[in-house]
């Protein structure tokens, strides 16, 4: 069981916890090329952005984004008018620009570095929905030393309190990530190992996937964002008062039709091994109601090296639950441990059977199956279709009983 902080540390504290993070998490290549870094972000779904009025908003946050930083901005890919990265200058980006609004999907992306194989201190990407249908995305990255000074931490506000005043946004959320370069694939390994230590850092290289989060928000940060859609399921649920009112390390205003809350001074890294921030715990619980519980797809491609396999980003969703929740507020003396099912699924570290016993497929409704400990799980589940005859599918398992008649509920492994 993982403990809560009873005090949070000093702002003194938690900047110095950050700046050794930022060294700690920076990975280079043998030219001192950056791969990844500790990244401030700002990342939403929102609602018609593949229309014109939507497009248009992203080509003005686009210019804006251009023209505040034009010394830092040295590349861009827009996916609509080139097949890959260019240099970015005055000639490239008029050019895409002019032509941005003829295409179905808007895809566009600036960053500081080089080109799309190293990670800028700086980057907007943004992916409209196509024929406008579904959600579209965003995200803003900036340097982690703007939270080092009131007047960085007032920039990046700006830019929170701007994206929420100019676009529909369903969900999304702002705080720490780590960043990975455009060409993310090679470095899923890193963003996962980093984020499975440090539940504050969002896992934000495939958050573009966009399809997965149509029904609820994906996480919560130091800054979370609830929309028009989903704002009465929040506030209405019982105690949300009463929670607010015992925790004034949160704070919420309303920008634009978007609920902004807010989770303490400072944004969180969460290292699992210490005790866990209050208030991230708190605005989790309060979230629970509005959030994805079951994406249908893995946040990681396949790929080498360890990996988000779609069984390892449930446990990730439910990172920080917990069972001690009485009438919205948090018993810290509590012992009641958090129970989730056991899953396991073909791709990643999660393929091998831990127990013996019948298992079923969790996210379709499906044949159970007798798999022994110790065999790898099979790729594919069974389910019968209305005509009668049985399919098959990719599937995540879940234990429904066991052979040594032991519990099939158990502590998050995240």
């Known amino acids: 069981m993982h403990t809560i902080e009873l005090q949070t540390p000093s702002e003194a504290e938690l900047l110095e916890q950050l700046r050794l993070s930022e060294r700690e998490l920076l990975m280079l290549d043998k030219d001192d090329q950056v791969l990844s870094q500790l990244s401030l972000t700002i990342q939403i779904y929102y609602n018609n952005g593949g229309n014109d009025e939507g497009k248009q908003k992203v080509l003005d946050l686009i210019d804006k984004f251009k023209n505040q930083y034009p010394s830092v901005l040295r590349s861009h890919f827009a996916a609509f008018r080139s097949s890959g990265f260019v240099k970015l200058t005055d000639k490239s980006y008029q050019s895409a620009f002019a032509k941005a609004k003829d295409s179905n999907v808007l895809e ?35 340097p982690i030393s703007m939270i080092y000074s009131d007047k960085g931490r007032k920039e990046y506000y700006d830019w929170i309190k701007y994206v929420l005043s100019h676009f529909e946004v369903f969900h999304g959320y702002a705080g720490l990530s780590i960043q990975l370069p455009f060409d993310r694939h090679p470095y899923q390994f890193y963003e996962y190992e980093v984020s499975k230590k440090y539940w504050g850092i969002t896992p934000d290289g495939a958050s573009f996937f966009r399809s997965e989060w149509m029904q609820g928000i994906r996480s919560i940060n130091w800054y979370t964002f609830i929309g028009a859609e989903l704002r009465n399921q929040l506030v209405g649920q019982p105690n949300y008062l009463d929670t607010m009112k015992a925790y004034p390390e949160l704070s919420v205003e309303e920008i ?141 398992w879940k234990l429904a009983k066991r052979e040594d008649g032991g519990p099939v509920l158990l502590p998050n492994p995240f």
């Not at 992306?109 to 249908?133: I, Q």
């Not at 899953?343 to 007798?370: A, C, H, M, R």
Request: proline share 6%; with cysteine.
């Open 108 to 142: 566009w992306f600036l960053c500081s570095a080089e080109s799309g194989l190293f990670s800028g201190d700086y980057a907007l990407g943004v992916l409209t929905a196509r024929d406008n249908y579904g959600l579209s995305h965003m995200h803003l990255n900036f």
């Open 256 to 396: 634009g039709q978007t609920l902004s809350f807010k989770a303490g001074p400072l944004p969180r890294l969460g290292d699992k091994a210490l005790a866990l921030p209050l208030p991230y715990v708190v605005i989790n619980q309060l979230c629970r109601v509005v959030r994805t519980e079951m994406p249908s797809d893995a946040m990681h491609t396949a790929y080498r090296g360890p990996r988000y396999s779609q069984s390892e980003v449930y446990y990730w969703i439910h990172r920080w639950d917990s069972a001690n929740f009485d009438q919205g507020i948090l018993n810290l003396k509590g012992r009641k441990e958090e129970l989730l099912p056991v899953l396991g699924d073909y791709s990643n570290d999660d393929n091998i059977v831990p127990y013996t016993g019948i298992w079923i497929p969790f996210d379709f409704e499906g044949l159970g199956k007798e798999l022994k400990k110790g065999q790898e799980f099979p790729e594919e589940g069974e389910h019968e279709r209305q005509s009668g005859r049985i399919s098959s599918k990719l599937a995540v």
